[in-house]
């Protein structure tokens, strides 16, 4: 099977039996040829931060309607959390997952395994057999890994499987019962408040325990300016540590949520003006690799309930690149790198992320300029809330083939 | 007043709920008080004949559930009451559903409280009749601020150039950030008053943790209750240690400025946060603030008749 993308930016894309043959200006016979004239191609987007809830929670999400919403937005991969409700804590939950995966036949599915059996933050889980199985890294997401020597022991034990620990940062202490960020509006609604702080103290702790082990730390959603500073310095000190920010984090503030409305209700919360602008120039200047999603379907009922009562967490899977290509401040390079190469590089996705011959045969084709008005009526995912509701963005993909087979 | 009087002063009104002050203008607030004052002179007047107030109190509450119903019934509306204990809520039924359900049964005014900030603002998207927030977490109290500045129209003669002391546990007190916004927009002087734990720095007001440099200074003194039943261990070290440095007691209340008036949202922590002799002290005025929540009450019911559906 050879498939040929014509006619795109920056070339012809020559795909020959999922692998891609070719780049550059391509002439010859082909099986499929798509019409590229006018869109970007860019290779497979890379979400490594997606909910997929599937085993336990069908009614939120499956992986069928994760995947199939991943490939609307223009992802040909997403790396899927452990909290499932059957959590991935053993070889067996990354088997169920693949299989699923497969199965669906839309975007490729990275298994994340969980850091601790039962995600209870206890014991160390089988992390070995689950990089047998096919885990491309682990974490406990959902819950932040609160013991600091169960955390040591993971980030020493994973760099003999040479996979990252992704952290969810966040001092539980400081944040019980906490809706929404800590600051004047939290104040001023009477909401309990989740400081910058609870992020920024364990993203230290983190880095400094990278540093003590060798192991490989990936900072998940920075949504603090602090969190970025930490980074910023980690780096510059050389600790192995990468990071990812969320499309919502780079646009949003705590300002939405004056309405009290839950569609803006997720952890870590939207912050102020000047923590977006200090999130928008981590990623511009690399300190923030990555861009992911923390995609967290729920059930309507779950979101319909007042704020305090209902879960947080918002899909984000078919609205990000249209989010993300309309952020001012971060280049066009910058923003793909962090949807595809950053990621697959953070994962270990070695023959993914990049266009050139003998990668996979994953792309996206996007169009910079087309219109659209966020409607979640029309998502594939089981999912319906999201603070982007009614948003005009331009730019949306507009096809992604996987392993050269088009899936969208 | 005859009751077309009053009638026409309410209807320049535009508000279907009452969220909270934050969204009432000052001369909104102000037609508020000058109703409630035409109120307390109404007699077998009937202008809610046929309205139905439903009660909804899921946190609970003695006197604003009350007082609500009162208001109600004086001015010939009927009153349905919810008890949590009783209801569906605790099969499991949804907010949303348990107001839509009552609701379905002919209801003019939904008046709400709820633990959870927002609730109201929740429910007002998804019902027809009015809310009325009686209470929110820590969000607001409405008709507790517009009671509070009735009672300091009548004993002050003014709600403007005022300065007030909210003192106590700010943090979680929905009565502190209605009084807040109020007393902001009408032009008075307002200060914070508490240890850092209990007091946000954010908030638009001054703040000290020293009571006695404050209290001469001040026409009211309002003392918060201190909600033990909400407060997360470690924010403050002991009962004794608070009095000690926040409790109005007998000494501090003779430190108040001639005039000065000592105002309580209540239920009181006789011993707490106020000592009994400034509890029964000429110049608290605790009495009246529950009298008049009866005459804010009437006034918010006949000016959302206005606009109600």
Same mark, same amino acid.
């Given at each position: 099977?050879?498939?040929?993308?014509?006619?795109?930016?920056?070339?012809?894309?020559?795909? $020959?039996?999922?692998?891609?043959?070719?780049?550059?200006?391509?002439?010859?016979?082909?099986?499929?040829?798509?019409?590229?004239?006018?869109?970007?191609?860019?290779?497979?987007?890379?979400?490594?931060?997606?909910?997929?809830?599937?085993?336990?929670?069908?009614?939120?999400?499956?992986?069928?309607?994760?995947?199939?919403?991943?490939?609307?937005?223009?992802?040909?991969?997403?790396?899927?959390?452990?909290?499932?409700?059957?959590?991935?804590?053993?070889?067996?939950?990354?088997?169920?997952?693949?299989?699923?995966?497969?199965?669906?036949?839309?975007?490729?599915?990275?298994?994340?395994?969980?850091?601790?059996?039962?995600?209870?933050?206890?014991?160390?889980?089988?992390?070995?057999?689950?990089?047998?199985?096919?885990?491309?890294?682990?974490?406990?997401?959902?819950?932040?890994?609160?013991?600091?020597?169960?955390?040591?022991?993971?980030?020493?034990?994973?760099?003999?499987?040479?996979?990252?620990?992704?952290?969810?940062?966040?001092?539980?202490?400081?944040?019980?019962?906490?809706?929404?960020?800590?600051?004047?509006?939290?104040?001023?609604?009477?909401?309990?408040?989740?400081?910058?702080?609870?992020?920024?103290?364990?993203?230290?702790?983190?880095?400094?325990?990278?540093?003590?082990?060798?192991?490989?730390?990936?900072?998940?959603?920075?949504?603090?300016?602090?969190?970025?500073?930490?980074?910023?310095?980690? $780096?510059?000190?050389?600790?192995?540590?990468?990071?990812?920010?969320?499309?919502?984090?780079?646009?949003?503030?705590?300002?939405?949520?004056?309405?009290?409305?839950?569609?803006?209700?997720?952890?870590?919360?939207?912050?102020?003006?000047?923590?977006?602008?200090?999130?928008?120039?981590?990623?511009?200047?690399?300190?923030?690799?990555?861009?992911?999603?923390?995609?967290?379907?729920?059930?309507?009922?779950?979101?319909?309930?007042?704020?305090?009562?209902?879960?947080?967490?918002?899909?984000?899977?078919?609205?990000?690149?249209?989010?993300?290509?309309?952020?001012?401040?971060?280049?066009?390079?910058?923003?793909?790198?962090?949807?595809?190469?950053?990621?697959?590089?953070?994962?270990?996705? $070695?023959?993914?992320?990049?266009?050139?011959?003998?990668?996979?045969?994953?792309?996206?084709?996007?169009?910079?300029?087309?219109?659209?008005?966020?409607?979640?009526?029309?998502?594939?995912?089981?999912?319906?809330?999201?603070?982007?509701?009614?948003? $005009?963005?331009?730019?949306?993909?507009?096809?992604?083939?996987?392993?050269?087979?088009?899936?969208? | 007043?005859?009751?077309?009087?009053?009638?026409?002063?309410?209807?320049?009104?535009?508000?279907?709920?009452?969220?909270?002050?934050?969204?009432?203008?000052?001369?909104?607030?102000?037609?508020?008080?000058?109703?409630?004052?035409?109120?307390?002179?109404?007699?077998?007047?009937?202008?809610?004949?046929?309205?139905?107030?439903?009660?909804?109190?899921?946190?609970?509450?003695?006197?604003?559930?009350?007082?609500?119903?009162?208001?109600?019934?004086?001015?010939?509306?009927?009153?349905?009451?919810?008890?949590?204990?009783?209801?569906?809520?605790?099969?499991?039924?949804?907010?949303?559903?348990?107001?839509?359900?009552?609701?379905? !049964?002919?209801?003019?005014?939904?008046?709400?409280?709820?633990?959870?900030?927002?609730?109201?603002?929740?429910?007002?998207?998804?019902?027809?009749?009015?809310?009325?927030?009686?209470?929110?977490?820590?969000?607001?109290?409405?008709?507790?601020?517009?009671?509070?500045?009735?009672? !300091?129209?009548?004993?002050?003669?003014?709600?403007?150039?005022?300065?007030?002391?909210?003192?106590?546990?700010?943090?979680?007190?929905?009565?502190?950030?209605?009084?807040?916004?109020?007393?902001?927009?009408?032009?008075?002087?307002?200060?914070?008053?508490?240890?850092?734990?209990?007091?946000?720095?954010?908030?638009?007001?001054?703040?000290?943790?020293?009571?006695?440099?404050?209290?001469?200074?001040?026409?009211?003194?309002? !003392?918060?209750?201190?909600?033990?039943?909400? !407060?997360?261990?470690?924010?403050?070290?002991?009962?004794?240690?608070?009095?000690?440095?926040?409790?109005?007691?007998?000494?501090?209340?003779?430190?108040?400025?001639?005039?000065?008036?000592?105002?309580?949202?209540?239920?009181?922590?006789?011993?707490?946060?106020?000592?009994?002799?400034?509890?029964?002290?000429?110049?608290?005025?605790?009495?009246?603030?529950?009298?008049?929540?009866?005459?804010?009450?009437?006034?918010?019911?006949?000016?959302?008749?206005?606009?109600?559906?």
């Amino acid at each position: 099977m050879i498939l040929l993308i014509r006619g795109g930016k920056p070339g012809d894309v020559l795909i $020959k039996d999922g692998k891609i043959a070719k780049v550059g200006r391509v002439s010859g016979r082909a099986d499929r040829t798509v019409d590229a004239r006018g869109l970007l191609v860019v290779p497979g987007l890379i979400d490594m931060h997606v909910h997929l809830r599937e085993p336990g929670r069908e009614d939120k999400e499956t992986v069928a309607s994760g995947t199939a919403a991943a490939a609307a937005g223009g992802f040909a991969g997403v790396a899927a959390m452990a909290n499932s409700g059957i959590p991935c804590d053993s070889a067996v939950g990354v088997v169920y997952l693949l299989a699923m995966a497969r199965e669906a036949g839309r975007a490729n599915v990275f298994p994340v395994g969980a850091v601790s059996k039962g995600l209870k933050g206890e014991e160390l889980a089988e992390l070995g057999r689950m990089v047998d199985a096919g885990a491309v890294a682990f974490s406990d997401d959902g819950n932040p890994v609160m013991n600091s020597e169960l955390m040591r022991r993971a980030l020493e034990y994973s760099r003999m499987l040479g996979k990252p620990i992704l952290s969810h940062c966040e001092d539980a202490h400081l944040t019980r019962g906490a809706v929404m960020n800590e600051g004047r509006v939290s104040a001023e609604l009477g909401l309990r408040g989740w400081p910058n702080a609870a992020e920024a103290a364990m993203a230290a702790r983190d880095v400094y325990l990278a540093a003590l082990t060798g192991g490989h730390v990936h900072i998940q959603h920075v949504s603090a300016a602090e969190t970025v500073d930490v980074v910023r310095r980690a $780096k510059r000190l050389g600790i192995r540590v990468t990071a990812e920010a969320t499309p919502h984090h780079l646009t949003l503030t705590d300002e939405c949520l004056r309405g009290y409305e839950s569609r803006y209700k997720m952890f870590p919360p939207l912050r102020s003006r000047a923590d977006v602008e200090a999130v928008v120039e981590g990623v511009a200047d690399g300190t923030i690799d990555a861009i992911a999603t923390d995609h967290a379907p729920h059930t309507m009922e779950e979101k319909e309930q007042e704020l305090a009562a209902c879960p947080s967490g918002v899909v984000g899977l078919e609205t990000a690149l249209g989010v993300v290509l309309s952020i001012k401040g971060i280049s066009l390079e910058r923003k793909i790198d962090a949807l595809s190469a950053a990621p697959a590089r953070i994962l270990g996705l $070695k023959s993914r992320g990049r266009l050139e011959p003998g990668a996979e045969g994953d792309v996206t084709l996007i169009d910079p300029r087309a219109a659209w008005t966020v409607d979640p009526s029309k998502f594939l995912s089981r999912g319906r809330s999201t603070p982007f509701e009614g948003m $005009k963005l331009v730019g949306r993909a507009v096809r992604v083939i996987v392993g050269g087979r088009e899936c969208s | 007043m005859a009751l077309d009087a009053l009638l026409s002063r309410c209807r320049a009104w535009k508000h279907r709920h009452l969220l909270g002050m934050k969204d009432l203008s000052k001369e909104d607030i102000l037609r508020v008080l000058s109703v409630a004052e035409a109120c307390d002179s109404l007699r077998d007047e009937h202008p809610l004949k046929g309205r139905r107030l439903f009660n909804f109190f899921v946190e609970p509450s003695t006197r604003t559930k009350t007082s609500f119903a009162l208001a109600a019934r004086r001015l010939g509306g009927e009153v349905i009451d919810f008890s949590p204990s009783a209801s569906s809520l605790t099969k499991g039924e949804s907010l949303k559903d348990t107001a839509r359900t009552i609701e379905s !049964m002919g209801v003019t005014f939904t008046v709400i409280r709820h633990g959870a900030s927002g609730a109201p603002h929740f429910l007002s998207r998804l019902v027809e009749s009015s809310v009325i927030n009686a209470g929110d977490g820590a969000n607001e109290h409405p008709t507790q601020a517009l009671l509070d500045l009735l009672t !300091m129209k009548m004993r002050l003669g003014r709600v403007t150039g005022l300065k007030v002391a909210l003192v106590g546990d700010i943090a979680h007190s929905r009565v502190a950030r209605s009084n807040l916004w109020a007393l902001k927009k009408l032009g008075n002087d307002v200060t914070l008053v508490g240890p850092p734990t209990l007091v946000p720095r954010d908030l638009d007001a001054a703040i000290t943790s020293d009571l006695d440099r404050a209290l001469p200074r001040q026409d009211v003194v309002m !003392m918060l209750r201190l909600q033990l039943e909400r !407060m997360q261990s470690g924010l403050f070290p002991s009962a004794a240690e608070y009095v000690r440095f926040f409790g109005l007691t007998r000494e501090r209340v003779a430190a108040l400025k001639k005039g000065a008036i000592i105002m309580h949202p209540g239920p009181m922590n006789r011993g707490l946060e106020i000592s009994a002799e400034a509890a029964d002290h000429p110049r608290s005025v605790v009495l009246h603030q529950v009298a008049n929540g009866v005459l804010v009450r009437m006034a918010v019911l006949l000016l959302l008749s206005q606009v109600a559906r």
